[in-house]
């Protein structure tokens, strides 16, 4: 039997208006930061020397432009891939993570306490998210044997995403540590119809100087994630 090994690159778009901001974000389409932009310039030479033979990008504009700046080196084929958006906020987009407690408050808790079981009002469960990044995943795979792919995704999404090659699923995705910081790399294996997670949430490449270091959301610091 031969053995061939796909290698993915999981990476998160780099700082967005949204996360300085503190406001759910999730489908709303804001460009990046000053910061953002400059966490970019760190990200392509992190990326430089990986071998990418394609990369697949959300369409969002702060997951399109970290895809470019990984690609800036290699010209590898970019796609843009609608299923790896972020998590349809409905209701909750836009809204200010401070004032989420008072807005929505049962939906928010489970956000907090079982986010397995999120569903924003008129808006994707994460449940939904974790099957659509599932899909997408095995599909790009099987399109791409052998190949070493860049996923560019957004924080929501490639958390449901971790958790599924982590081998958890959609009723056990509460309450893993696979929140990622902003241009964070990811990597996992697809050996033999299996997954071999080799890490998770590499940020090393900014987290060294003040003007790139990742930005944390109240939310997850209130939250311990």
């Not at 970019?40 to 033979?53: A, G, H, S």
């Not at 959300?58 to 790896?84: C, I, Q, Y």
């Amino acid at each position: 039997m031969v053995t061939k090994t796909t290698i993915l690159y999981i990476i998160r778009h780099c700082e967005a208006k949204g996360n300085i901001e503190e406001v759910f974000q999730g489908r709303t389409d804001g460009d990046i930061t000053e910061k953002g932009a400059l966490q970019l310039e760190k990200l392509k030479e992190r990326c430089k020397d990986i071998p990418f033979d394609i990369i697949y990008t959300s369409p969002l504009l702060r997951a399109e432009k970290t895809a470019v700046a990984v690609n800036s080196v290699h010209n590898a084929p970019l796609k843009l891939e609608p299923d790896l958006m972020e998590i349809n906020g409905g209701d909750m987009e836009g809204e200010k993570w401070l004032e989420l407690p008072s807005l929505f408050p049962d939906t928010y808790s489970v956000w907090l306490k079982d986010i397995g079981h999120f569903e924003a009002p008129n808006g994707e469960s994460m449940r939904g998210v974790y099957n659509r990044m599932k899909n997408a995943v095995l599909r790009i795979i099987s399109q791409n044997e052998g190949k070493t792919i860049g996923l560019v995704s957004h924080g929501c999404a490639i958390y449901n995403l971790l958790s599924f090659i982590h081998g958890f699923s959609e009723e056990e995705i509460t309450a893993h540590p696979f929140w990622c910081d902003n241009t964070s790399i990811s990597r996992a294996d697809f050996i033999n119809g299996d997954f071999k997670p080799v890490f998770i949430n590499d940020s090393s490449h900014i987290k060294d100087s003040a003007e790139t270091a990742p930005h944390k959301m109240l939310w997850r610091v209130s939250a311990n994630r």
